[in-house]
Each structure stands twice: as C-alpha cells, then as structure tokens.
C-alpha cells in the first residue's frame, strides 16, 4: 500500500518518569513499545516506508529499529508534535502520511480497520468513544460528522477522545503542512489539524476504534492498563 508511516518518538517523555526515552519502555511481553509497533506495521505496510523522529536520546531510539529511516528533530527539547510532524511531512515521500506517537500500544486490529480508509485516501483521526479524560486530546464533529474541533481544551460536547492515530491524505497533506508552520513550537499537531479544518476546509473523519485495545502512555497507570490489557 503506497503510503509513509511515520512514528514521533522525538519527546522526553518526562511524565512517566523512565530515564530513556518512552517509545522503549518495556511491556509485559518483553517487547517495548516501539519494537511492538514496529513489528505490527510491518506486518502489513513495506518497511522502507516507515520513518522514526528522533531526538531525546536518538542513538538509543535507533538502534532499536536500525532498518527504518529517521529524521532529526534539533530542536526537540523547545518545540512538541507539530514541529516533529512538519519536520516529517516535508521530508518523506509523495502521497499520503499515517502517522502515530511513539508512545502509543494498540492491538494489531486496528491496523485491519485502518486499511480501507488508507486504501480510499481519506483523511481520518483514531478515536475512543468510550472515555473522555481530562487530560486527553478531545474531539467535536460539525454537522456533516466530520472533526471540528480536535484539542484538550474541548469541554462542551466533547464526544470522545483521539488516540494519537492519524491519517493524511495525499491532497490535504499540503494544507496541514502549511498550518503546522503556523503552530506554536508547544503546540501539539492536533493544533495545525484544527487550523486546516477552520482555514482549508479539510474534510477529516473520525474512525472509531474503541473496541481495541488503544492505550497513549502518559503515566504509570497507562502502561500498567496497557499490560494488563495485552
């Protein structure tokens, strides 16, 4: 399937308090977070199509997966996801980007639901309908079931939350890549998706994936749910 995978394994990571970078934290299986989502795409995209950002202790991210291609984030420290995301788009191959933080352990299904969406070229955000945390990145739809609005500070209607899972078509690419160098360096990619929504008028769905396991591990209580889960 011709599309780049990209995965955002630049940050620290400070919250769950790990002294190596959080893609590498161990699961239950032995496998880390990282080596897991590298063996499940693989399984189902080419692996000369996958791309890791780095930065936070990069040598140590990759000698992990020697055989993908990566592309430094400098300035990791002072900027967050929508820098590493635009660092990405500008530099992977033409057509349309998946893309996923590095901090994310999702069940291999997922990726089955995703293909025909990726298949049809068609712009999507991963979502879990099932809880709307605080501190998660929360979604709205507009009145045609498409994202409105895409940031933690939803309150009113918020219907869900976005599991760090995304999609970027191959004609809205340019649009999201010209807003996230509008961004903040702290903002999160979430941000440029919200401007080319308000800005382009970017059409993106909101694929349902919350009868998989899905888990963003921010915090101890995330990768112990994600262990007991696998």
């Known amino acids: 399937m011709s599309c780049s995978i990209v995965i955002l394994a630049a940050g620290v990571g400070s919250r769950l308090g790990r002294p190596h970078p959080k893609p590498l934290t161990p699961l239950v299986g032995g496998e ?5 989502a590298l063996r499940l795409l693989t399984a189902r995209f080419s692996r000369h199509s996958l791309h890791l950002v780095v930065g936070f202790k990069k040598e140590m991210v990759m000698e992990e997966a020697p055989e993908v291609g990566f592309i430094y984030n400098q300035y990791y420290g002072d900027t967050n996801t929508s820098k590493s995301l635009l660092k990405a788009l500008t ?5 349309g980007v998946l893309w996923l933080n590095g901090d994310v352990v999702f069940h291999e299904a997922v990726l089955d639901d995703l293909l025909p969406h990726i298949a049809m070229d ?7 309908t099932a ?9 709205t739809l507009d009145g045609e079931g498409y994202i409105d609005q895409l940031a933690k500070t939803v309150t009113d209607g918020a219907l869900g ?11 809205d690419r340019p649009a999201l890549a010209r807003r996230l160098r509008e961004c903040a360096d702290q903002d999160y990619f979430e941000r440029g998706i919200e401007l080319a929504i308000a800005e382009d008028g970017v059409r993106i769905e909101a ?5 998989h396991l899905v888990v963003e591990v921010d915090f101890a209580e995330d990768l112990a749910r994600a262990n007991e889960s696998l």
Request: charged fraction near 20%; glycine fraction near 12%; proline fraction near 2%.
């Open 122 to 128: 068609r712009s999507f955000v991963c979502v879990n």
């Open 207 to 211: 694929v349902d994936v919350s009868r």
């Open 91 to 95: 530099i992977v191959g033409p057509g």
């Open 32 to 36: 880390t977070i990282l080596g897991r």
């Open 161 to 171: 939350e976005a599991v760090g899972i995304n999609y970027i078509s191959a004609n």
């Open 131 to 139: 809880a709307v945390g605080d501190e998660e990145v929360k979604y």
